[in-house]
C-alpha cells in the first residue's frame, strides 16, 4: 500500500483529499503548513507528496526543495 502526504494549509482540502485517498486503499497522512510537511518528511517515508503550492508558511518551490533534500526518491 502506497503512503502518501497531502500539504495544505485548507483544513477541508486535506480531509477531502485524505477520506478519497483512503477510500482508494492508499495510508495517508496530512500536514497543514509547509514546516509541519517537511517534520513528516523527516521522521517517515512517503511514496508521495501532494503539496498545496500556496502555502502560509513557506512556498510551495522552497518546501517541494527541501523534501527533495530529505528524499529525492520521493514523487511530488
Same mark, same amino acid.
Given at each position: 500500500? *502506497?503512503?502518501?502526504? @497531502? +500539504?495544505?494549509?485548507? +483544513?477541508? /482540502?486535506?480531509?477531502?483529499l485524505g477520506?478519497? =485517498?483512503?477510500?482508494? #486503499?492508499? !495510508?495517508?497522512?496530512? *500536514?497543514?503548513? %509547509?514546516?509541519? #510537511? +517537511?517534520?513528516? +518528511?523527516?521522521?517517515?517515508?512517503?511514496d =508521495?507528496?501532494?503539496?498545496?503550492?500556496? =502555502?502560509?508558511?513557506?512556498? %510551495?518551490? !522552497?518546501?517541494? %526543495?527541501?523534501?527533495? !533534500? /530529505?528524499?529525492?526518491? @520521493?514523487?511530488?
Open positions: 500500500m *502506497a503512503k502518501i502526504l @497531502v +500539504i495544505d494549509d485548507d +483544513i477541508d /482540502i486535506c480531509n477531502l477520506r478519497f =485517498l483512503r477510500k482508494k #486503499g492508499f !495510508e495517508v497522512d496530512t *500536514a497543514m503548513s %509547509g514546516k509541519s #510537511g +517537511i517534520d513528516k +518528511i523527516n521522521n517517515n517515508r512517503f =508521495l507528496v501532494f503539496c498545496d503550492f500556496k =502555502l502560509r508558511d513557506m512556498d %510551495g518551490r !522552497e518546501t517541494l %526543495g527541501k523534501i527533495h !533534500e /530529505i528524499d529525492p526518491t @520521493v514523487k511530488v
